[in-house]
């Protein structure tokens, strides 16, 4: 057989075809006759059975939203609750005009006229066949009133539902995030199914970095309903799961304390625990209040709230890039060190300005005439520009950006809520690909000289000086900003922490070499020649500080400013970052007042009450 | 057996010159332009009389009745040439679409090259009889068991790409249209009930080895979209919508099952019961028939055929569309159970409608590019 060459044989090969495509051509009728004998027995012989389930009460399974999980802070009060409210519901797909229906209600006064763009946005957004909300909150007056209408409107119909509620209004809504309409967008990443009945979806901060902890699962109930499609008997029910809790590293008291010490102005403080990442506070000012989310924010509304040049909706904490200016200069000190470029008791002469060698350029210091000799603690304490002009140029660019990318500046911290921004820690390498035209290129020595004091390219997130501060307090130890701690079973009231999460920590040459940038961060405080001295004159535990100006015009050369004369808008930004007790730290912050004028004056008050929030509490 | 040209009816009227020029066969072009209109009347009644859905679906249609001309345009013996790098070029973007799976999250069969997205696995409806029609046309039939081994190769590889994504039921039908090309192509009858046998006996082996969890699984495997509660409540729903339409339907537009929104997927993979419940048994008898005679016009264009290749295409193009019809006819009437495949040329959406009318296009190819005088 194997020897035997085969071959082809065309008419062989054509008949076996024809018996093969008439043999699919028999089983193929067989099935078909088998899908009509089916069919038959449907329409024909059933008929009558399948006629009065048809035309009589019908059985309809409804889906039974999960309860979403509650948001606590870290001792256990709550930061997002369910509270239940009346609402009308349109299932657009099972209303013969939407529009009369709509035109009608608002005559009833069930709809508010206010509410009808965000109304018909949303029936553009979502399914027809899911129920859109067109009032919340109904009073019992007005569910009567409906009651006595119902069979005007088919597909309308009153539900008790649970609405979000955050009970301390705009408290922490930069860290909390808010919920809104599920739209048909949040279905492409969202399984439909799970979703079937819920109406609501984290859209920003822990509300949608934990959406599938919070969530929960579906359950369905099975209800007779009559002919027009009203439920009138539940027959079975399968519960839904509700949603997990979640905890976190927030503390409430703390959170808001710093929110009062911020009040009124524009800015971020975030306060992390050093040797654990957990974020105790994420102060975003001015914040709005996420209720109005969960309710179908009016299309006013919002677009007041994007509107307003204090831009409340703006994360400054996360997403808001400011240049670090002087608060950066412990750590730049601590580079100093570790490169070997400078010995801590070393002087250097201050004049009130710098010059690169061979540059008439003058670097101006902040204070005109001078500090005279100072050592590293004093340049710190002081503030010194020159000092730490004249260590950046010793330096250079890319000893800098290599020791401060171990501090996480300009780079995304991680922390496990969206949308944070990474900034800039410019370098050599940056420079050659962050701009196109060749002349642009070219790193200047100069421009090493202003980010000695955090100036130029430099952009850092609140959050991130915060981070960093915090690594300077552990003496190295970093951990991945933490604000969701842990979660907690809503059945069994069992809560789950999350293990801190370490990330590569800082290494010096010496160990030893963390306590003359911590010393001379508590010189800045509680120093006689300290800058923010006035806050460290009566505190009864021990801060290390760090003030900073941020410019936001550039000052010509040898030209003097009125402060009073800039545009409020144009004043310096204040920046303080701090950690306390300086000998064994339990809280690092970091705080930025927009166009707050001076760290020591504006920033560092704010800073030492909320401080003195965490630290001076009466422990329950 | 060979075809006389003499008696094959030459061209005469003008419609039929037409029809000649274009390379397209007027039968099965009849049976498809009702059977099309057909379902845009029931799916304008399915869809709650969306004009929206309907012109949506019409300009899919125009562009599947387009891409249909265009591939009848193309004789066989250019297919035969494309055919082994079509199949390379699906396996690939199918690899790909599984890397940019891994890389996204959670399922992805979709693949976005700028202007459309569409299935690589649509590539493989096609891709996968075309290969194995190729691997047999210049071999002696029936194929040895060695080249058994290398086709059913052909049909599992990208079948088990495609249930990977996962979507086992595409996956399965794609094997399907393989091993359809497997037993035209003449194993033998004691091998079809050996294989047939096997998995027959194994089948139920696994199943009652099987936790009940594990069985829910499967079935959830098989129709991830199916509602929670089971498929029960489509097949109860779908039952009552068909039954309750008896011998003669209740009327266009009249069907209060698929109105008040008791049956599920009705514009899609359940609109055969919509069809039901508004035209009765009548109506999906002939709907049924109509199915029926494009799968026999395709089947004779197989028989027509002149080369192994295009027969053994013909064919499984022709028979893989009625696996199609009836999956669905048979889950919608509860006969089988529930994966999505929607009813083929009628059910809304998908670019499923465009592969199915590229098919008919490879089928009045290969019969208008006969050559008409034989030996």
């Known amino acids: ?620 | 057996m060979l075809d006389d040209p003499l008696d094959r009816p030459r061209p005469i009227s003008i419609a039929q010159r037409l029809l000649a020029g274009l390379h397209l066969d007027g039968p099965l072009l009849a049976g498809l332009f009702v059977l099309c209109g057909l379902g845009l009347v029931v799916l304008y009644s399915a869809s709650g009389q969306s004009s929206t859905l309907l012109t949506k679906q019409i300009v899919r249609l125009g562009v599947a009745a387009a891409g249909m001309l265009v591939i009848a345009q193309v004789p066989p013996k250019l297919l035969k040439i494309w055919t082994p790098w079509l199949f390379a070029a699906g396996i690939a973007l199918l690899v790909a679409v599984l890397v940019a799976g891994e890389m996204g999250k959670g399922a992805q069969r979709w693949l976005d090259i700028g202007f459309v997205r569409f299935q690589p696995s649509e590539i493989m409806k096609l891709a996968v009889p075309m290969m194995a029609a190729w691997f047999l046309m210049d071999r002696p039939l029936p194929p040895r068991l060695t080249e058994l081994g290398v086709l059913l190769a052909i049909c599992m590889l990208p079948a088990a790409l495609i249930a990977q994504q996962p979507d086992l039921g595409t996956a399965l039908l794609i094997a399907a249209s393989g091993i359809i090309v497997i037993l035209l192509g003449g194993i033998s009858a004691r091998l079809i009930v050996l294989f047939g046998g096997l998995a027959v006996a194994v089948a139920p082996v696994l199943w009652m080895n099987m936790h009940d969890y594990q069985k829910q699984r499967v079935l959830t495997f098989l129709n991830p979209e199916s509602d929670p509660l089971g498929s029960g409540y489509h097949i109860i729903q779908s039952k009552i919508a068909i039954g309750s339409g008896g011998l003669f339907g209740k009327g266009w537009l009249n069907g209060t099952q698929a109105k008040l929104e008791f049956l599920p997927e009705r514009a899609t993979d359940f609109i055969f019961a919509v069809m039901g419940e508004e035209f009765g048994l009548l109506g999906l008898a002939t709907i049924m028939i109509l199915y029926a005679l494009i799968v026999v016009r395709g089947l004779y264009i197989a028989i027509q055929a002149q080369d192994t290749y295009s027969r053994l295409l013909a064919g499984s193009i022709s028979l893989t569309f009625f696996v199609y019809v009836f999956v669905n006819t048979g889950m919608v009437t509860g006969l089988l159970p529930v994966v999505g495949v929607p009813l083929p040329l009628i059910s809304y959406g998908g670019t499923s409608m465009v592969t199915l009318m590229l098919g008919f296009g490879i089928l009045m190819s290969i019969h208008s590019h006969r050559k008409l005088v034989t030996q």
């Not at chain 1, 015009?553 to 144009?570: N, V």
């Open chain 1, 1 to 620: 057989m194997a020897a035997q060459a085969r071959l082809k044989e065309h008419w062989r090969e054509q008949r076996m075809f024809l018996y093969r495509a008439l043999a699919a051509g028999v089983i193929m009728t067989a099935l078909i006759l088998f899908v009509i004998a089916r069919l038959v027995d449907l329409q024909v012989l059933q008929f009558e059975h399948f006629k009065d389930l048809s035309r009589g009460n019908r059985v309809r399974i409804e889906p039974l939203p999960p309860t979403r999980g509650l948001i606590y802070d870290r001792n256990g009060a709550i930061l997002a609750e369910n509270l239940p409210s009346y609402q009308l519901e349109m299932i657009p797909e099972q209303v013969p005009d939407v529009d009369a229906a709509l035109a009608e209600l608002m005559e009833l006064g069930l709809i508010r006229e206010d509410d009808m763009e965000r109304i018909r946005g949303d029936l553009a957004r979502q399914s027809s066949f899911r129920p859109t909300a067109l009032s919340y909150r109904l009073s019992e007056e007005a569910v009567a009133r409906f009651a006595v209408n119902r069979q005007r409107f088919p597909g309308v119909d009153i539900q008790a539902r649970l609405i979000r509620h955050y009970p301390h209004g705009s408290v922490a809504v930069h860290a909390l995030g808010y919920v809104g309409s599920l739209s048909e967008r949040d279905l492409q990443t969202l399984s439909a199914e799970s979703y079937a009945g819920t109406t609501h979806v984290g859209k920003i901060g822990v509300e949608k970095a934990r959406e599938d902890l919070l969530h929960g699962e579906v359950g369905y109930r099975q209800v007779l309903v009559n002919a027009q499609g009203r439920g009138l008997q539940e027959l079975e029910r399968d519960r839904p799961k509700p949603g997990g809790d979640a905890v976190l590293a927030l503390d409430l008291q703390l959170q808001m304390d710093a929110e009062q010490a911020l009040a009124g102005r524009r800015g971020a403080i975030v306060a992390i625990e050093p040797f654990s990442g957990h974020v105790l506070a994420l102060v975003s000012q001015p914040g709005y209040d996420p209720n109005k989310f969960s309710v179908g924010i009016s299309t006013a509304d919002y677009r007041g709230l994007q509107e307003n040049p204090d831009i409340p909706l703006f994360n400054r904490a996360l997403r808001g890039l400011y240049p670090p200016g002087s608060t950066i200069k412990p750590m730049i000190g601590l580079a100093g060190l570790h490169y070997g470029v400078m010995e801590p008791w070393q002087r250097t002469f201050c004049l009130g300005h710098y010059s690169l060698p061979g540059s008439s350029h003058k670097f101006r210091d902040w204070k005109r005439g001078g500090h005279g000799h100072v050592d590293l603690e004093q340049a710190v304490a002081q503030s010194c520009d020159v000092y730490f002009y004249e260590l950046a140029h010793k330096l250079g660019i890319d000893n800098i950006h290599d020791f401060m990318a171990g501090f996480g500046l300009g780079s995304r911290t991680g922390i496990d809520i969206p949308a944070e921004k990474g900034g800039t820690l410019p370098s050599r390498d940056w420079k050659r690909a962050r701009f196109p035209r060749r002349e642009d290129k070219v790193w200047y020595p100069g421009e090493t000289v202003i980010t000695g004091i955090g100036q130029g390219y430099l952009q850092t997130t609140p959050l991130q000086l915060a981070h960093a501060t915090a690594i300077v307090a552990a003496r190295g130890e970093r951990f991945r900003p933490m604000l969701i701690a842990g979660t907690r079973d809503p059945e069994t009231g069992e809560t789950v922490y999350f293990d801190p999460e370490p990330m590569p920590p800082v290494r010096l040459l010496d160990e030893r070499l963390w306590d003359e940038a911590i010393d001379a961060m508590v010189a800045v405080v509680h120093g006689p020649t300290g800058t923010a001295r006035r806050i460290g004159e009566d505190a009864p535990y021990r801060i290390a500080g760090k003030t900073g100006t941020a410019q936001v015009i550039t000052i010509a050369q040898d030209e003097k400013y009125d402060e009073s004369e800039l545009e409020e808008r144009q004043k310096d930004h204040a920046l303080f970052i701090a950690f306390a007790p300086a000998e064994a730290p339990r809280i690092a912050v970091a705080v930025i007042v927009e166009n707050g004028g001076s760290g020591s004056g504006v920033a560092a008050p704010v800073a030492r009450a909320v401080l003195d929030s965490y630290l001076l509490r009466d422990e329950p």
